[in-house]
Antibody
């Protein structure tokens, strides 16, 4: 069974960099079939897609966050990462990692976010 | 970017009643729309994909319909565990992938 687990600091100061890791177990991140995504959700609001990374390092970013965002992958550790610069209070949210398909003709169900981590609350505050 | 608008924001119903939730896209997403269920303290769970297909393990009381810009999630007879928040999400035109703002189904 595939499992994803977020890790990182729960408190970040304004203007600093938010850095999170997602560890994938029960399957390989080194697959042509999937993207690995970051999604955030401010308390009481809907989810917001942040960005996705392919095993090769190819990335797709939310236009609204692109200028501050880096998503990367380390296939040797079966991990991928989120770095968000110059954070403010509006970046306070639950941050989730998740999987979705690359659309290579596999099951259509996998084209959506079919596996999620449990989420981590990151608060931006001094 | 495609904006998804969900209505109503809150639906107050009793167990056994039928729930009808709406998701409207700012432009056509064909049938590339999913529905998720989220309970407090949990990540969203995929319920419906490609507008009308139930995800693995989802009970048949959940059904989805629609194409283009207007979509509906129907819960035929609410069970106690169905009271939660529901989100739609499109994958038609990305980046960006986008979610709706959610509908909370609460106990009346």
């Amino acid at each position: 069974q595939l499992q994803l687990q977020e890790s990182g600091p729960g408190l970040v100061k304004p203007s600093e960099t938010l850095s999170l890791s997602c560890t994938v177990s029960g399957g390989s991140i080194n697959s042509r079939s999937y993207y690995w995504a970051w999604i955030r959700q401010p308390p009481g609001k809907g989810p917001e897609w942040i960005g996705s990374v392919f095993y090769s390092g190819t990335t797709y970013y939310s236009p609204s966050l692109r200028s501050r965002l880096t998503v990367s992958v380390d296939t040797s550790k079966n991990q991928f990462f989120l770095s968000l610069d110059s954070v403010t209070a509006t970046d306070t949210a639950f941050y989730y990692c998740a999987r979705h398909s690359s659309g290579d003709g596999g099951p259509a169900e996998e084209d959506y976010f079919d596996y999620w981590g449990q989420g981590i609350l990151v608060t931006v505050s001094s | 970017d495609i904006v998804l608008t969900q209505s109503p924001a809150t639906l107050s119903l009793s167990p056994g009643e039928r729930a009808t939730l709406s998701c409207r896209a700012s432009r056509s997403v064909s049938n590339y729309l999913a529905w998720y269920q989220q309970k407090p303290g949990q990540a969203p769970r995929l319920l419906i994909y490609d507008s009308s297909n139930r995800a693995t393990g989802v009970p048949p009381r959940f059904s989805g319909s629609g194409s283009g810009t207007d979509f509906t999630l129907t819960i035929s007879s609410l069970e106690p565990e169905d009271f939660a928040v529901y989100y739609c999400q499109q994958r038609s035109d990305w980046p960006p992938l986008s979610f709706g703002g959610g509908t909370k189904v609460e106990i009346k």
